[in-house]
Structure formats: structure tokens, C-alpha cells
């Protein structure tokens, strides 16, 4: 079986997009990904793997280079099928729809769409909808939009990451394909491994990921400032397009709360490097807003790769006060739950973990318990994949 994944983004940014492919090339199939560099995160890549072949081409800036990059992508994807004959074509990202729509008619493929992030437009949409504060979206945005609706009712098999993403999917796509939740998890074998022993000298609370403003507060840095000194933050990770120079706004806060020495910035990881190192944190940060606008946001649970990740190392999770997350994360007792703009309630859970070291250690003990036995990436995707070898 040969499978074409097809995403105008970095693949190596998707963890997910990494499970999914090893554990279908373990099983015997070819796989092969087009996609595109990332600004600021071309560090994330792949572990190799024979069956596993990477094609990228260079991040385009936005601007009108970049249409003209779409569109030259888009061909080189159509090239890529018509010469390297698929069994399925693998879609990961809403910008991919329009290339994959084109692909769909042709009766040789079936397609399987896994949209990881919904479109914020879509959320706008519904908020005009219902009355609230909307936006007019581009034609380009109205016609990749259009396209994703036409891709969810034509291919074989649609997933998302999050239960309320599924409903609203099915509802915004008018969909009657099979619509499967997917929980953005580890895999099995990154649980397997014994975290090593942690230091008692220091305390780390560890992050990685998108280095934005609702993921990482100023309230955490400021929290810092009333904990003892071997509390340290350790986070690893990006700046994206929209929050250029937030590690300089983090720093500066530091600096003027008298932490900077205890804040480290170990930029940005391929997986199989970030993981050893969130091995030896505490507590993992998992943080969302209490409000948001952005549908993703909001539904996070499941989606969030995250707070599964730090579990599979080991550590406990420091979570926001949020209803799922509660019911996730806390009440089985993986976790503690705080208010992601208040200091001192940020401050106050650190200070139970940093006083609580066995309750600690047994929080994230019985966490990659459960990675192991439920919440990995090979028991979500089964599903999935036996669909794609029955198929």
C-alpha cells in the first residue's frame, strides 16, 4: 500500500502526522510526505525510517510569491500522484483541500482528510451567524473553505482530534462520511521508556511548543518571582508568525521580576530530542485561556498533544481551570488545575508539587500508566488504519 500525505505546511510540526505514518509504514506500506518548510521551526523533522520519505519545499513568505508558491506546490503534489500512483492520499491540513479536491475525482484514490486545526474562519462565521462579532473572510479563504466542505463529503474517511471539533465538523461540512476521533497521543513505545531519576537540587517545570502569549502567560514568569529559587522554566519551542518577539517580552518580565536566571530557552527541538528532556521536568505546563474566540481553543482536550506528552515522560501536569480539562486531567489524578492569568494561582500549584514530591512523582506515574495502556497513538489510530488496509 502506498500512502501520499499532502499537507502545505511542515510535517515535522504535527506529531500526530509522525505516529500515523510509522505506524502504517511499520505495517508494510510506503509512505510518502510533500510538504513545505516552517519560518522559525525547520528544526522539526522526523526520526528516519526506510518505509518514510520526506519531500519539502521552502517556507514562501506571505505575499503574492506565495500564491504563486501555492499554486506551484499544488501542481508538484498532482505531478507527484499521477507519477508515484497512490492508494490513498493523506490529507492533513484545510490548505491542502483545494489540491486534494482535484486529486478526489480521479477514481484510482481514496482519500482520508485529518484536519488537526479547525479554520478560525469557520468560528467567525458561526459568530456572525448567531448575532456576535464576525469577519469577512478573502474569495482565497470562501474557495479553501468551500473545497474542505466538498473534500469531507467526498473522502473515504474524515478525523479530527476533539469530539467537539467532530460535531461541528459534521455540521459546517454537511458530511455524511464516517467522522472518527483521532486524541492527538504518543505513541506506545515513548511511554516505554523508564523517566530517570530526577534531581532533588532543582524543579523543573517544563513547556514546548508554540511560545505564544495564551501557552505561556507573563503570570507564569511573575509566578517565579514568589517561589524558591530551584523552581526553574524550562521551555522549549517557537515563535510563530504573530508573536514575533514574545521570548524578548518573557525575558524582559524576567529580568524585572529578578527570575532570568532561572528561565532557559532551549529553542526549537525535532521530537526525538525535545522528549529526553521533558524526562527529566516535574510538571508539565498545559495551559489554555479560560475565553477564547478561536474554535480550537475551546476544544482542546484530546487535541492538545501536550499534556499526553508529558505524562508518557513521567511528569505531572499543571492544567488550567477548565471544565474537560478537570474531568481529563485532575479528577484521575494526574494533575493540578490553575488559573492561567493569576500568579498566585499559578504560584500556589507549584508550591503544592514542590512540597508534595511523592504525591508528585505518583501524579505523573499513574499518568504514563495510562499512556500505555489507553491514551497512546497505536490504540486511537487502530480504527484508522484497519480501515485503510480493509479498504
Known sequence: MRILYVQYANPGAYPPLEHSSRILASAGAEVRFLGIGSLGADALRFPPHANIEVRQWN??????????????????????????????????????????????????????????????????????????????????????????????????????????????????????????????????????????????????????????????????????????????????????????????????????????????????????????????????????PRTSQDPNENAMTGASNKAFEYLACGAALLVSDLPEWQKTFVQPGYALACDPEDRLSIAGALRWFLEHPAETREMGARGRISVLQEWNYEAQFRPVADLMAGA
Open 59 to 288: 517556507f514562501c513568505p506571505p505575499g503574492w510569491r506565495q500564491k504563486v508558491h501555492y499554486v506551484q506546490f499544488g501542481l508538484w503534489v498532482v505531478w507527484t500522484a499521477l507519477r508515484w500512483r497512490p492508494d490513498w492520499i493523506y490529507a492533513s491540513d484545510c490548505l491542502a483541500c483545494p489540491i486534494v479536491l482535484a486529486l478526489s475525482h480521479l477514481p484510482r484514490w481514496r482519500v482520508l482528510y485529518h484536519e488537526h486545526d479547525s479554520p478560525a474562519e469557520e468560528g467567525r462565521r458561526r459568530r456572525a451567524e448567531a448575532g456576535g462579532q464576525g469577519g469577512g473572510a478573502s474569495r482565497f479563504v470562501r474557495f479553501v473553505l468551500w473545497t474542505r466542505r466538498k473534500v469531507a463529503r467526498r473522502a473515504a474517511l474524515c478525523v479530527l482530534p476533539n469530539e467537539k471539533r467532530v460535531e461541528d465538523f459534521r455540521r459546517e461540512t454537511g458530511t455524511a462520511r464516517p467522522v472518527l476521533c483521532v486524541w492527538n497521543c504518543p505513541r506506545r513505545e515513548e511511554a516505554q521508556i523508564m523517566p530517570p531519576g530526577r534531581p532533588q537540587s532543582e524543579f523543573i517545570l517544563f513547556y514546548h511548543g508554540s511560545i505564544v502569549p495564551v501557552r505561556v502567560p507573563v503570570s507564569v514568569v511573575q509566578a517565579l518571582a514568589s517561589l524558591p529559587e530551584q523552581v526553574r522554566l524550562r521551555i522549549a519551542g517557537y515563535e510563530t508568525i504573530g508573536h514575533w518577539g514574545y521570548v524578548r517580552r518573557l525575558q524582559e518580565e524576567a529580568k524585572r521580576v529578578g527570575v532570568l536566571e532561572r528561565i532557559e530557552f532551549v529553542g526549537t527541538l525535532p521530537r526525538f530530542e525535545l522528549l529526553p528532556l521533558c524526562r527529566k521536568a516535574h510538571v508539565g505546563l498545559s495551559l489554555m
